[in-house]
């Protein structure tokens, strides 16, 4: 079956603007993580809903990130006013129930470039 | 907070050399321990987990056993091959997300 689909898989975008990315986890699965990844480190935690509701946000580093999941599937993660320092992978992940002992699926990532 | 202090890369191995990659965690509650494996130009994959206490996961050659004593879940395989090379990630679990290391790149040449 398909799996946890990210697009666009790369966004180069200017400082200042926004931008959304996209993901779709598997069908079925109501947990859906965000993870940011920089270059020679381990993905940070970002966001973590359950169903259409956000369960977890500690990890959104400040009030330019933000993230929806409306019907409870596809999510959005949205920044504003970009920096150069948002420049990183964007990883998105899901699991059918969000239990500590059930695997995550992630994606191939949105690498984003602030120039 | 919850953390995770995984071994420093990179690692190069000889084909068929023995592997062990440190990762040892901290947590507040009692979590379950995943390693996850990125190969190249690929995704972020389970490779093998546990969730309780003396249980050990194994996957295509690779062992790790939660020892919640010392708080640590080592990865270990007995021979490794070309095709193991990949960044490899240990990630505890207590709820709400993993905690990923900073990752070990594992280069083995033939």
């Known amino acids: 079956g398909a799996g946890v689909s990210q697009t666009p898989s790369n966004k180069v975008t200017e400082k200042g603007k926004y931008v959304e990315l996209r993901c779709d986890p598997i069908s079925g699965h109501t947990a859906l993580y965000w993870y940011r990844q920089s270059l020679g480190q381990g993905p940070e935690f970002l966001i973590y809903?359950?169903?259409?509701?956000?369960?977890?946000d500690s990890g959104l580093p400040n009030d330019r990130f933000f993230a929806v999941r409306p019907e409870g599937s596809v999510s959005t993660l949205k920044i504003q006013r970009t920096e150069r320092g948002d420049s990183a992978v964007y990883l998105c992940?899901?699991?059918?129930?969000?239990?500590?002992?059930?695997?995550?699926?992630f994606g191939q990532g949105t690498r984003l470039t602030v120039v | 907070g919850d953390s995770v202090t995984q071994m420093e890369g990179p690692v190069t191995l000889s084909e068929e050399a023995f592997l062990t990659i440190n990762c040892t965690y901290t947590?507040?509650?009692?979590?379950?321990l995943f390693w996850y494996v990125q190969y190249p130009g690929e995704g972020l994959q389970l490779l093998l987990k546990?969730?309780?206490?003396?249980d050990k996961g194994s996957n295509k050659g690779f062992e790790a056993t939660y020892r919640k004593e010392t708080t640590s879940f080592h990865l270990e395989k007995g021979s490794v091959q070309v095709s193991d090379s990949a960044v490899y990630f240990c990630a505890p679990n207590t709820g709400n997300q993993f905690y990923f290391g900073t990752g070990t790149s594992l280069t083995v040449i033939p």
């Open positions: 947590a507040t509650g009692y979590p379950s």
């Open positions: 992940a899901s699991s059918e129930s969000g239990d500590m002992n059930t695997e995550a699926f």
């Open positions: 546990a969730t309780k206490a003396d």
């Open positions: 809903f359950q169903g259409t509701g956000a369960a977890d």
